[in-house]
């Protein structure tokens, strides 16, 4: 796995979601055709797992979290951007989702959480913020934002 295979693999899913409203439809969706049991979501932690240990995935740090923008949106992608983090047991910065965000959870402890999520997939419609949150130990974290629209704030 590397770069271009990777952008593969997330551009067959983000056709999937081309025009799609950014909503609980699309987590359901997501869930039942992508779901932590599904062949679709082990392709997807197998090859976060390996651009992590390759380096090319969450090559940053910063406040405990490992981080990165692998693909920025084009039309490849459907104008989605792909990030990943690592994080363990805490709270990243507060943000805003312009356009939304679509996240998919890969706990690397067994029962870790995203925002009180289990392993699968949570969406957040446009205009909504938060405080990423992993508990319960580990998990990757793959974003997807439309037109990489994201907005750091400084309150929580």
């Not at 490992?66 to 989605?80: E, L, M």
């Not at 363990?88 to 507060?94: C, F, M, N, S, Y």
């Not at 439309?146 to 907005?151: L, M, S």
Request: hydrophobic residues 40%; contains cysteine.
């Amino acid at each position: 796995m590397d770069v271009p295979q990777f952008q593969a693999l997330i551009a067959d899913l983000t056709r999937q979601l081309d025009g799609r409203a950014l909503d609980a439809g699309l987590a359901d969706w997501l869930n039942t055709h992508y779901g932590a049991d599904s062949e679709g979501f082990a392709a997807l932690t197998a090859a976060c797992q390996t651009g992590v240990a390759d380096g090319w995935l969450c090559n940053r740090e910063g406040g405990g979290i490992r981080y990165g923008r692998v693909i920025k949106p084009t039309p490849d992608t459907h104008g989605f951007s792909v990030d990943v983090v690592d994080m363990a047991d805490l709270a990243g910065p507060h943000h805003t989702h312009p356009n939304g965000e679509i996240d998919l959870i890969m706990p690397l402890t067994p029962g870790a959480t995203f925002d009180g999520h289990p392993a699968g997939w949570c969406v957040y419609g446009p205009g909504t913020a938060h405080r990423p949150t992993v508990a319960q130990g580990r998990a990757l974290v793959l974003y997807l934002l439309p037109q990489g629209a994201i907005e750091f704030t400084r309150s929580a």
